[in-house]
């Protein structure tokens, strides 16, 4: 037999075809691992180092990076740094960039309805919201109303129980909320409004300063662990609870559907079980952070920490219902979204109020 | 150039060397894949088809076989298909098997302490013991006292909070459980016994007959999806809340110390995050199966949904107090747990009032 370069060259061909095609050794694995690597972009709504918050997403991809072998490598960046903050979702939606992280009242302009996947105000804590969105039928319309704009939202992490803000005077009644020129953005601040405040818009930035010159009388932040770091007790010394604007958030990832659906299915467990994983991570962070922030706050001597006066939260409430409905009346999306977050809510309350309720009674 | 047979098996050999050791394209990752498949066994302390407390190493296993393409294959055996219940912590100690999953109170009897990592009667609910768990230094201690067997152990998912019992009489005060026969093991049993009860071991599979046939006079079991299912709501009428000797019990995975230590780390990480996953996964699939199947209770004509008499709950938190605080004075690890766990609920007391309690007032 004789041996010619072509017949050399056809066979080294045959053997590399045969290389790359070796027959899987895992048993019956489902998905074939090309060796394909996705290089993603992740961007997000928070500042560069913002705890927990920052932190999610940035967690979320090294481990990815990790459990895929380098496979699915997202890079992450804050806001700002590719587009910035309210910009993620149209980014993302264009697929100019594969995730996104924020919040999904964020987009209350483009979708109203999907606040109610973050939070509204004297809404569902954490557990609950959790329970509605992923076996109320919540998720599925989340994803229905995103579908039109080409992008999976996910639940991603949590804000926890947020604070009711720093006041630099007490609220003792509804009276003293008249008139009241106090950062809230939102549904929070359509109701505040309703109530007969001036809800203001300011950025995270330049709340400290806003609050300590008293170009506002109040601001909200998140809890007693951001809001601390971010210096407002020296601003203000009247700290009141509870968050009844947003009561435990839900942050959401959010990803290119054509992008989505071009990952191996390996790869979609991989994100769908890190996604669960940093919300669990989340949860309990926050839960520790402001523990121990709030213990930290007890010990300074300006600061008063104190619930809002009954007739405050039931007017407060009152118009929550009102600015609800108002919303319900111009948006049939929200309507729906609303009424199936209601009616999980109702059927909710019993279990709720024989298991935590209760043994919260026994303490 | 002339091409003899041995030349081209050398050319073939050199080529196979090459293709399975082609250069990696992924980049920075930081574990080679050696393609080595890892095939382990989990043994768990249920029956099978248990709802979700089984469900929960199984959907583990099926995760970390899609996430690692197979490289990490677990298969789930139920309680006596491989070793009793009761034997999962020894065999795995052992090494015979790899994992185990189960509830770290069943080894009691072993490592006293090991209680405070499940549940103790009038305990945290799940959130602030995930985070004295993660955070509050519980893990570490968790971690040290299993040591000695070559265990490591995780928190993997949660019963959610449990009910009270059914009794097949009315409990009106202290009186009523004097004498009172009750299935309830562990720390429970020994307070219930301490307030005047007397406490049965019975298992899951003979409850429905031994309360239906008055040989016990109650039974706690899990919570109403999981009572429901065992048909307790036909043997009695009277369902109490809360379940004080067992708020949100958490579930745990064990691995033998040098199977895990053998796993690369990639292979590491896909374990943890499916970890934290399945815990989140089982918090909230509880949260909203207990709400369903309390519903359907609701609907029952015989079922009487009550809550403890106040007399009753303040006469077993006091025998609480003194159980433990025995507990306690016999063993030093016991002792030890007990005060880091005291300590984080303490602190945590405060920041629970201002935020998951304060919430609640407002609904």
Same mark, same amino acid.
Request: charged residues 20%; hydrophobic residues 40%; contains cysteine.
């Given at each position: %037999?004789?041996?010619?370069?072509?017949?050399?060259?056809?066979?080294? /061909?045959?053997?590399?075809? *045969?290389?790359?095609?070796?027959?899987?050794?895992?048993?019956?694995?489902?998905? @074939?691992?090309?060796?394909?690597?996705?290089?993603?972009?992740?961007?997000?709504?928070?500042?560069?180092?913002?705890?927990?918050?920052?932190?999610?997403?940035?967690?979320?991809?090294?481990?990815?990076?990790?459990?895929?072998?380098?496979?699915?490598?997202?890079?992450?960046?804050?806001?700002?740094?590719?587009?910035? *903050?309210?910009?993620?979702?149209?980014?993302?939606?264009?697929?100019?960039?594969?995730?996104?992280?924020? *919040?999904?009242?964020?987009? *209350?302009?483009?979708?109203? @309805?999907?606040?109610?996947?973050?939070? !509204?105000?004297?809404? %569902?804590?954490?557990?609950?919201?959790?329970?509605?969105?992923?076996?109320?039928?919540?998720?599925?319309?989340?994803?229905?109303?995103?579908?039109?704009?080409?992008?999976?939202?996910?639940?991603?992490?949590?804000?926890?129980?947020?604070?009711?803000?720093?006041?630099?005077?007490?609220?003792?009644?509804?009276? $003293?909320?008249?008139?009241?020129? %106090?950062?809230?953005?939102?549904?929070?601040?359509?109701?505040?409004?309703?109530?007969?405040?001036?809800?203001?818009?300011?950025?995270? =930035?330049?709340?400290?300063?806003?609050?300590?010159?008293?170009?506002? $009388? @109040?601001?909200?932040?998140?809890?007693?662990?951001?809001?601390?770091?971010?210096?407002?007790?020296?601003?203000? $010394?009247?700290?009141?609870?509870? =968050?009844?604007?947003?009561?435990?958030?839900?942050?959401?990832?959010?990803?290119?559907?054509?992008?989505?659906?071009?990952?191996?299915?390996?790869?979609?467990?991989?994100?769908?079980?890190?996604?669960? @994983?940093?919300?669990?991570?989340? %949860?309990?962070?926050?839960?520790?952070?402001?523990?121990?922030?709030?213990?930290?706050?007890?010990?300074?001597?300006?600061?008063?920490? /104190?619930?809002?006066?009954?007739?405050? /939260? !039931?007017? /407060?409430?009152?118009?929550?219902?009102?600015?609800?409905?108002?919303?319900?009346?111009?948006?049939?999306?929200?309507?729906?979204?609303?009424?199936?977050?209601?009616?999980?809510?109702?059927?909710?309350?019993?279990?709720?109020?024989?298991?935590?309720?209760?043994?919260?009674?026994?303490?």
């Amino acid at each position: %037999m004789s041996c010619t370069k072509s017949m050399l060259l056809l066979f080294i /061909l045959m053997l590399v075809a *045969a290389c790359a095609d070796k027959p899987d050794t895992t048993g019956d694995q489902p998905i @074939a691992d090309t060796g394909k690597v996705y290089s993603w972009k992740l961007t997000t709504a928070w500042p560069a180092n913002f705890p927990v918050l920052q932190e999610a997403p940035e967690i979320f991809a090294e481990k990815v990076r990790i459990m895929s072998n380098g496979r699915l490598d997202i890079r992450v960046y804050a806001a700002g740094e590719l587009v910035p *903050a309210y910009e993620v979702f149209d980014a993302v939606s264009l697929g100019a960039i594969e995730m996104g992280h924020g *919040a999904s009242y964020y987009w *209350a302009g483009k979708v109203p @309805a999907a606040q109610f996947f973050s939070t !509204v105000p004297f809404g %569902m804590t954490h557990t609950s919201a959790q329970a509605w969105i992923n076996y109320g039928g919540g998720l599925a319309l989340w994803r229905e109303l995103y579908a039109p704009f080409k992008l999976v939202p996910f639940p991603m992490g949590t804000t926890g129980i947020q604070m009711g803000g720093w006041f630099n005077k007490r609220i003792d009644s509804v009276a $003293d909320i008249q008139g009241l020129r %106090m950062r809230m953005p939102g549904l929070g601040g359509k109701v505040l409004k309703q109530a007969g405040g001036n809800p203001v818009l300011i950025a995270g =930035g330049e709340l400290y300063t806003a609050l300590e010159r008293g170009t506002i $009388d @109040a601001t909200e932040w998140v809890g007693p662990f951001h809001d601390q770091r971010l210096g407002l007790n020296r601003a203000a $010394d009247y700290y009141y609870y509870p =968050g009844w604007h947003e009561p435990s958030t839900t942050l959401e990832l959010i990803i290119n559907k054509d992008k989505w659906d071009s990952l191996p299915a390996d790869l979609q467990t991989i994100v769908e079980m890190a996604v669960a @994983a940093i919300s669990y991570w989340s %949860m309990i962070v926050m839960e520790h952070h402001n523990m121990q922030a709030l213990q930290e706050l007890q010990q300074r001597k300006n600061v008063q920490i /104190l619930p809002y006066p009954e007739d405050v /939260l !039931v007017k /407060l409430k009152q118009m929550t219902r009102l600015a609800l409905e108002e919303e319900a009346n111009k948006d049939t999306d929200f309507k729906r979204v609303y009424e199936s977050y209601e009616n999980f809510r109702t059927n909710h309350q019993p279990w709720r109020d024989i298991s935590e309720r209760a043994m919260m009674n026994t303490e």
